[in-house]
């Protein structure tokens, strides 16, 4: 291949990166057209803390993402950290809340890694099962019914402000900066590109990649721990049917975002573009008041256009 | 016998791009016999087996079967013709049983259900009557090589090919197994199917081939009746006398400290079995061995990369090493070029930066990635390597092979490694890039690093190495010193693909 090819594959890749944070930024343009409402800036800052939780969750989903696999346990880890860490709330306090509900994020995480890396399960599969199973322990554990008595004043953490910003929204930006460190910087950043480009020659190359794998697992987990910990502190009770779903919206985000489910490619910063495109599209609904009904139709229009477009340049480029 | 074209091919010829692979070649083929075709690697008898088989289309020459032309579309076409063809991968459905996979895509049903009793019974007639000790309603994943090679014949036969092309048929078998196949060759000849019997192992070809046929570097040398040739004078029609640039690296014999010992070492599940070997500090010891032989085996279980039976013994500059991950591996200095490039050797969609800063990030001692070392690191391995690139982001699929390979070989040297395995390392490659690795592997040896060095390329080897060992069926069967740079490669070539005597008297029994 001549140089100017590899000039002009270059240039591409840097437009794919920067691609669907373009679309945000036409995005905001139009809505800020639509809506005398969305214009406000407390409206946008809004966005980060309504959007903390589905971050949060992309976060971790990003670092596995990043190595091809996919976990479906997110959304049910987040709900029984969420019903662990009220009743820690209640009973024991903030601290002994924020424990638990990160250890039993973590404790889901390893065992998510663990099925694969020494069982040997599909990744699909592992978290499958303990989505299913994390999913039926907050059913055992509530009821079904919800918990309410979270003392009052945590609920800073889920819903008040610092200045004009809201908390939620600061504890998702400093884990995305701190994602993005270990990410960029550590040794154990570059394993997790290595392990999603080729596990194979990764492995070949001297890297322990049954180690970082399970780790990739366990900061997926640990995401999703902290996750239900501020949805309950966000919603002051722990119900059993919480994060619904959520796992899916944190993939749809991470794709949208431009992270490949191939492995190997994007960065978790793909993850908030992807959360705040699709909370850009709810919030402008709500705006200018359609029904509710359509959002999830046009939530999948988006995440099909988004990947369409990139797999219809690399047919043309191939 | 009648003796009956059964199959004529006319002045063959097939490119690739621009490259002639195969040129003017004449095969002719009689009822009910077994014609060999044998040549070393590269010498175009797959690409002629896959112009008979409808893989290639686009060739000139004619094909006639049956004194009819023919220009098959794909497999499917031939295969409705009459031909089979039995490959070196056993290409079976593993969970069915023997009997679904006889008759795969030609199941017996009856209205829109399987009849598996009924096919089962038809499959256990043929069966019996190939004389083939396998169980029609047994599955396929039970059964050893062997077998499902017997399946994979019973299919050929059941779908009334007339000729069967296998391709090396016996690498994977043991002694007893291989002459079973030669009776079931004979059983197929009495029933007037021929076959086309490629191989290496010569020694085999005379005990089964009516006719040689002999091919080199994509021409016909000549086909000849087996009763009226021998063993020595195939080998030097597949050899030839090739005048190329065959300069010979000559190093001083190296007198320094035992780098790397081996012993008793085999493979956990597989054939090679009791490597026993030394490598000296500056020494290149080469590999050969064909095809399946258990060459590479051999250098991934010495990189922890493949399994071995307990009770191996490896010293790593004195000191004794388990080897149980290539990490342990790297960790001790060692590096490992694989055969395979795209899928062990690179990330081939990240950049050239992140494929060079692989091994100095897995062998550094902290956890903080310094970003600005490591594009020093990769810019000066791409100046020594002379390598050809735009821009360190760029990715690497976008390389020549041959600048895939200096990436290799770059993530490698940019630490200090002690001893280096080199699995076919100008596989693919142009000869410009293919001299250069010779150069480097020369420096290398020169300044002390040990180099074992796996080739299919035996001018390498003899060009190159100070020690060959020489790979059959998974064991050492020679080891020859080159210090001299004198063995010559019809030596090489007789030890790689002759039977030694012990193997010989078995196969009489």
């Keep these: 291949m001549g140089i100017e090819e590899a000039e002009k ?70 709900a029984l950290s969420g019903v662990l860490s009220a009743y820690a709330f209640i009973d024991y306090g903030f601290i002994a809340g924020v424990a638990a509900g990160l250890a039993i994020g973590i404790a889901c995480g390893l065992v998510n890694g663990v099925l694969q890396t020494v069982v040997g399960m599909n990744h699909f ?54 994602a993005f460190f270990v990410l960029k910087y550590t040794r154990f950043g570059q394993y997790v590109y290595a392990i999603g480009g080729n596990m194979n020659a990764a492995w070949l190359s001297g890297i322990n990649t049954r180690l970082v794998k399970t ?37 749809s985000a991470c794709i949208v975002g431009g992270l490949s489910l191939d492995g190997g490619r994007g960065n978790v910063w793909g993850s908030v573009v992807g959360v705040l495109i699709l909370g850009l599209i709810l919030n402008i609904m709500q705006l200018t008041s359609v029904s509710s009904y359509w959002q999830d139709a046009v939530k999948g229009i988006i995440i099909i256009g988004a990947v369409a477009v990139d797999c219809m340049s690399k047919l043309k480029r191939d | 016998m009648m003796r009956e074209n059964v199959l004529e091919m006319k002045h063959i010829s097939k490119d690739f791009s621009g490259v002639t692979v195969l040129e003017e070649i004449d095969f002719t083929l009689n009822r009910g016999e077994v014609h060999a075709l044998v040549g070393a690697n590269g010498a175009g008898k797959s690409t002629l087996m896959k112009i008979i088989n409808g893989i290639w289309v686009r060739y000139s020459g004619e094909v006639f079967l049956n004194g009819e032309k023919v220009r098959f579309k794909n497999p499917v076409d031939a295969a409705k013709r009459g031909i089979g063809m039995i490959h070196q991968e056993l290409d079976l459905t593993p969970n069915l049983t023997v009997a ?86 004979k059983e197929l000849k009495d029933r007037g199917i021929s076959i086309i019997y490629i191989s290496h192992f010569l020694e085999e070809i005379f005990k089964i081939a009516d006719r040689v046929t002999v091919l080199r570097n994509g021409r016909l040398i000549g086909t000849k009746a087996a009763g009226k040739t021998d063993i020595g004078e195939v080998i030097s029609m597949m050899v030839g006398e090739k005048h190329q640039h065959d300069k010979k690296y000559i190093r001083e014999r190296p007198s320094g400290e035992v780098r790397l010992e081996v012993s008793r070492m085999s493979q956990m599940r597989g054939q090679v079995r009791d490597i026993a070997f030394k490598v000296h500090e500056g020494e290149i010891l080469g590999i050969a061995g064909v095809l399946g032989s258990g060459r590479t085996e051999i250098g991934k279980m010495i990189f922890g990369a493949m399994k071995k039976k307990p009770g191996y013994k490896i010293y790593l500059n004195g000191e004794e090493c388990g080897m149980r991950s290539p990490k342990e591996a790297v960790n001790h200095g060692m590096a490992f070029v694989s055969e395979n ?104 040896a020169r300044k002390g690093t040990s180099i074992i060095y796996i080739s299919d390329e035996l001018e390498e080897l003899y060009n190159l190495c100070d020690r060959i060992l020489v790979i059959k069926k998974g064991q050492i069967v020679a080891d020859m010193d080159n210090y001299d740079r004198q063995v010559t490669k019809a030596e090489l070539f007789e030890k790689m693909i002759t039977d030694r005597e012990g193997e010989a008297v078995d196969l009489l029994d």
């Excluded at chain 1, 008595?149 to 930006?173: H, N, R």
């Excluded at chain 2, 049903?109 to 038809?122: A, F």
């Excluded at chain 2, 600005?372 to 000066?380: H, I, S, V, W, Y």
């Excluded at chain 2, 699995?423 to 020369?442: C, F, S, W």
Aim: hydrophobic share 45%.
């Design chain 1, 125 to 178: 599969v592992a978290t499958l099962g303990i989505m299913t199973i994390a999913r039926g322990a907050v059913y055992i554990i509530t009821s079904g019914f919800n918990i309410y008595g979270i003392p009052e004043e945590y609920g800073v953490v889920g819903m008040g402000y610092l200045g004009p910003v809201p908390v939620a929204g600061i504890i998702w930006l400093v884990c995305v900066v701190a």
């Design chain 2, 100 to 185: 679904e996979n006889i008759y795969l895509g030609r199941e017996t049903c009856r209205g829109l259900m399987m009849d598996k009793r009924k096919m089962t019974e038809e499959a256990q007639r043929l069966l019996d009557e190939l004389q083939f000790d396998v169980k029609a309603r047994e599955k396929v994943s039970s059964l050893p090589t062997a077998k499902q090679q017997l399946v994979l014949i019973a299919r050929t036969v059941s779908m009334e090919a007339s000729l069967i092309i296998m391709d090396e048929p016996t690498s994977s078998l043991s002694i007893s197994e291989i002459d079973n196949l030669f009776r079931v060759i």
């Design chain 2, 341 to 444: 490039r795209k899928t062990e050797g690179l990330i081939m969609t990240a950049s050239l930066l992140s494929n060079i800063a692989l091994v100095p990030l897995a062998r550094q001692k902290t956890p903080w990635v310094n970003h600005r070392r490591l594009e020093k690191t990769a810019a000066d391995m791409g100046s020594r390597m002379s390598l050809k690139y735009s821009s360190m982001g760029q990715t690497a699929d976008s390389l020549s092979g041959g600048n895939q390979q200096k990436i290799v070989l770059s993530k490698w040297l940019a630490t200090d490694i002690s001893l280096l395995i080199l699995d076919q390392p100008t596989r693919g490659i142009d000869v410009g890039a293919k001299n250069e690795i010779y150069v480097l592997a020369d420096e290398l």
């Design chain 1, 9 to 78: 594959k270059k240039r591409f890749k840097m437009k794919r990166e920067y691609n669907m944070l373009l679309v945000l930024v036409v995005m905001l343009v139009i809505c800020a057209f639509i809506s005398p409402t969305f214009r406000t800036v407390q409206n946008l800052i809004n966005l980060l803390g309504h959007n903390a939780v589905y971050g949060l969750l992309s976060v971790g989903m990003a670092f596995v993402i990043i190595t091809g696999g996919v976990d479906l346990s997110v959304g049910s880890v987040c």
């Design chain 1, 215 to 251: 780790v990739v697992y366990v900061v997926c987990g640990f995401f999703a721990g902290l996750a239900g910990v501020v949805l309950s502190c966000r919603t002051l009770l722990a119900a059993a049917n919480a994060a619904d779903t959520y796992e899916l919206t944190a993939i």
